[in-house]
């Protein structure tokens, strides 16, 4: 069945459940058969003509459904809801649900990669990931996110974890991983073999630091970037989080 992730303001009427499953093969026939589970909620969730308040935000996995089909948007068996309501000086709204799962999938095969082309002394491992981290950084994504998306989450070996984020501070944080990869794959190619397996090294370390710690380098230069106003860095840290520590869910 498909769940729907409760925000905290709204738990009082679930019977302080953070988690429901509901069933439903769209966004709109689930989010129906919450309110029937929970008479509660409707109040909160609709108006008086049945359609959905402006401020409440429903987001299937990491993707805003208004962007998609709406209460239209078909859902899967395992499928993630997440209601998110937009509150007056409450949540910050430049912020937005950031799959943490996909960012720890896409550091995990960083660092395999590169270990195993350290092993192999392989500099086609190593431009394999830096030709992936250029590619979603251009994109705007996790580079290895479609092994996430595609084969992890279906089959349940990896579950979201969406938490209120900025996605910028990730993205540079992944484009300074690629200038390093491509650095380190041009030393290799030069026969520089001592620079090309230091670069890789950095990038496995802080790689690790940010999977294992929870501290992403990468985002701490982007928010100290943009404390001195350097154009294109827009972002604040989320509140009360220590800038480029991971955001508590």
Known sequence: ????????????????????????????????????????????????????????????????VRHMQGEDTAIEADSALRIVPSVAGGQDESLHPVDHSTLSVNQTFIIALLLAGFIANSWLLVAVVALVMTLGTLLGVPGFKPIYRYLLKPIGIVKPNVIQDNIEPHRFSQGLGAIFTLGSTAALLAGSAILGWVLSWIVIALAALNLFGGFCVGCFVYYWLQRFHIPGFIKTPPPNTVPGMRPQG
Do not use: C, K, W
């Open 1 to 64: 069945m498909a769940s729907i992730r409760i925000p905290t303001p709204l738990r009082p009427f679930t019977d302080g459940l953070s988690q429901i499953d509901v069933s439903g093969d769209t966004v709109g026939a689930a989010l129906r058969d919450l309110t029937t589970q929970h008479p509660g909620l409707q109040q909160h969730l609709y108006n008086d003509g049945g359609e959905l308040r402006p401020f409440v935000n429903v987001f299937l996995n990491s993707e805003d």
